[in-house]
């Protein structure tokens, strides 16, 4: 079975947009919205004995909030972008509240074997939620990060780096045998990336292709629709699962992230090219 997830982007620091603009106006809306979330998409925290025990002829996805997703398949639990922090921002007082908790704490995940970063916004690279896995699962996780980005990875304590420039492959394999590898390649997306006013694009940005034995998953972080969809696919699809964001809409930002009916489209692409 195939399947399309979309992320709605709610946190506006990735837009290149200042926040307070669109903040103004959203203030109005916050309550209602949130209202209207309760009831139709509650945040659940997950079964533990579910995530325990993945079935082994199948993938199973759970989507721990904006662009955090564990996906478990092939015998490895790999994480997406993890953002577990109430805020996002250099620190709580510089930051983004979050509008909704995360659904669970790193100390309630099942054990991780990867985690893809997607790109270095503060709402894809969370210090405190990079430092809380290193700490419980230490030399066990391997990073997979863009090009530049290695060496912020090491100083957050990050013992098992690979840093990919797009297009680049490289094998992964919890046994460190030849059997049941996995392939994660960084592909492209068409985004953007600051964390300081001096680091503009001084890290890469980009999307994840995982290539397992019998399944395959593609995570988009954040990205406006582009080309890199039909070639991705072209090249590694069909996808058995694709996590694709959703853009806000005031101020619209095609151009960074995708809007709902492109996102549909998108996962159209990775799937037919
Ligand atoms: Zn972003």
Not at 124 to 142: I, P, T, Y
Request: hydrophobic share 35%; net charge positive.
């Amino acid at each position: 079975m195939s399947v399309c997830l979309s992320v709605r982007s709610l946190c506006e620091s990735c837009t290149g947009k200042p926040f307070f603009k669109v903040r103004k106006e959203a203030n109005f809306l916050v309550i209602f919205i949130l209202q209207e979330l309760e009831q139709n998409l509650p945040v659940l925290a997950p079964d533990s004995s579910v995530l325990s025990s993945p079935p082994s002829d199948d993938i199973q996805v759970t989507w721990l909030g904006h662009a955090s997703v564990l996906v478990q398949m092939d015998g490895l639990n790999i994480l997406t972008d993890p953002v577990f922090s109430g805020f996002c921002g250099p620190n709580q007082f510089m930051s983004f509240k979050r509008y909704r908790p995360a659904p669970c704490s790193v100390d309630e995940l099942p054990n991780i074997d990867a985690v893809c970063i997607s790109h270095s916004h503060y709402d894809h690279l969370d210090l405190k939620s990079v430092k809380d896995l290193n700490q419980r699962f230490g030399e066990c996780l391997h990073w997979f990060v863009p090009m530049g980005l290695k060496s912020w990875m090491s100083n957050a304590g990050c013992k098992n780096v690979t840093e990919l420039e797009w297009w680049e492959e490289t094998q992964f394999s919890k046994q460190k045998s030849n059997d049941n590898v996995t392939k994660f390649v960084f592909t492209p997306t068409q985004h953007w990336c600051r964390r300081t006013l001096m680091d503009e694009n001084k890290v890469l940005w980009g999307s994840w292709t995982v290539v397992g034995p019998k399944h395959r998953f593609f995570f988009a972080g954040d990205t406006g629709y582009c080309k890199g969809f039909k070639q991705i696919g072209k090249q590694y699809g069909p996808f058995d699962f694709a996590a694709i964001p959703i853009g806000a809409y005031k101020p619209r930002l095609e151009k960074y992230i995708v809007a709902n009916l492109r996102s549909g489209q998108s996962y159209l692409s990775l799937n037919r090219a």
